[in-house]
């Protein structure tokens, strides 16, 4: 007998959820294989169990449905969704048929409607699984057959901000990256992994009792609800922010294979996953190094800071950290001085992808109010030298996709 078809359930409602598991016992060829109550944990789910078909809710209090649609089928282009709403109208349809739902029917569902869009969806489901098969096993998934340029928030990225000399700037930049990098449709979550004297949170005005040590002992097995609990919440830009714990001696627990965990559990949830490092190359900072997509090295006009960039750069490829997936920056630009940016970069070979003015008049007050200063002001040099590090950086990541994209194709 062929295999049965796999259904996951993703629904708010525990009694909906119930009523479909129940409507569908009795079909010997559909197996429930789960339930979610999110539109998160119903992400997290399809990636595990990989379904053939996906019963979607549309509103649920975390995400709607049609964005864990769109999410789902950017990472497995072969699992179908059927959305299952109490709304019909035609508007919705439509933006759950270009999030890529393959059915949509209204709540309470027909039995009959419902097993028909199930093995309707199944089929569907086994010639993608076939097709994936075809391309050559391990063909990255991509674009799938989904019109658009989305991209998944699953398919997020790591980038920490690092400078091998402290004080330059990194948790300046990192904050003022994330407000830059930041929308509703791509989600930026600032994580702090200088875990003994972090002050990331302090640069938004924030101060939670929740922080890193929280997610630690359950960094294997994290659930969106935890985690959402967890991140501090900056209201008037939309970051998110993972804190460092309060305490010195705090800092012990938390692993550098748990840190990496919560990296890349965050991944899959927002778009890009900024990073403030400390100096020490100790084993967290090697760990966010480890799973990162791009590292953005920070540098001033000053021999120390030159010299220690050198030697990191020297000592890069070693790290495994390819010289491609560094992006250079310079922090506290002044023109007065002679070590120019242009003679920086040559020395480092590579190019500064910008140049962030010293601005002690904007910077520093916005640093001891606790407001990024690209909140205030998006206009002025400073401001505007931050946009363009974003901008590079998403050029840089899109680059650096079609390289990966080649070999396979
Ligand atoms: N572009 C800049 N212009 C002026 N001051 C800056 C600039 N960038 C950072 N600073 C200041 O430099 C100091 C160190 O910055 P910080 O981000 O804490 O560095 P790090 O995290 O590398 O130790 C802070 O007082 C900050 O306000
Ligand atoms: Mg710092």
Redesign the pocket.
């Known amino acids: 007998m062929a295999d049965k078809i796999t259904v996951l359930i993703v629904d708010d409602i525990a009694e909906t959820r119930e009523n479909i598991r129940k409507l569908l016992q009795f079909e010997a060829d559909i197996e429930v294989v789960g339930a979610a109550r999110t539109g998160q944990e119903g992400i997290q789910l399809a990636l595990e169990t990989e379904p053939d078909v996906v019963i979607m809710d549309i509103n649920m209090p975390d995400m709607d449905g049609i964005a864990a649609t769109e999410a789902i089928r950017a990472k497995k282009p072969h699992i179908q969704i059927v959305i299952l709403s109490v709304q019909s109208d035609s508007n919705y349809m439509r933006r759950a048929m270009l999030a890529g739902a393959r059915d949509f029917l209204t709540k309470p569902p027909d039995i009959d409607d419902l097993t028909s869009a199930i093995r309707r969806a199944a089929e569907m489901a086994a010639q993608e699984r076939n097709k994936v098969a075809s391309m050559g096993g391990g063909a990255s998934v991509g674009s799938g057959s989904q019109g658009g340029g989305f991209t998944s928030f699953l398919d997020g990225r790591i980038v920490p901000?690092y400078?091998p000399?402290?004080?330059?700037?990194?948790?300046?930049?990192?904050?003022n990256l994330a407000v830059a990098l930041h929308t509703p449709d791509t989600p930026v979550v600032a994580v702090d992994a200088?875990l003994q004297y972090g002050?990331?949170s302090f640069?938004f005005n924030e101060q939670s009792r929740n922080n890193v040590v929280d997610l630690a002992p359950r960094s294997a097995e994290l659930d969106a609800e935890v985690v959402d609990d967890v991140l501090i919440s900056h209201e008037a830009s939309g970051v998110r922010i993972l804190a460092a714990p309060p305490r010195l001696e705090q800092a012990e627990g938390v692993s550098a294979i748990e840190f990496s965990d919560i990296l890349k559990y965050l991944q899959r949830n927002y778009a890009y996953v900024l990073v403030?490092t400390?100096?020490l190359l100790n084993d967290v900072t090697l760990a966010a190094f480890d799973v990162s997509d791009i590292v953005v090295v920070?540098a001033t006009q000053d021999i120390p800071s030159v010299k220690n960039v050198r030697l990191f750069l020297d000592l890069s490829e070693a790290l495994g950290l390819d010289r491609q997936r560094i992006m250079m920056a310079m922090?506290?630009?002044d023109k007065r001085r002679t070590i120019t940016p242009e003679k920086v970069g040559e020395n480092f070979k590579q190019e500064f992808a910008s140049v962030?003015?010293?601005?002690?008049k904007?910077?520093?007050p916005?640093?001891?109010r606790g407001v990024p200063f690209l909140l205030q002001n998006k206009t002025h040099p400073?401001g505007r030298?931050v946009v363009a590090l974003a901008q590079k950086l998403k050029e840089k990541i899109a680059s650096l996709d079609e390289v990966e994209a080649e070999p396979a194709s």
């Open positions: 901000i400078s000399k402290g004080g330059v700037g990194v948790t300046t930049v990192t904050t200088n002050d990331l640069f403030d400390s100096k920070l922090n506290r630009y962030i003015p010293m601005d002690e904007l910077v520093v916005a640093m001891d400073v030298s």
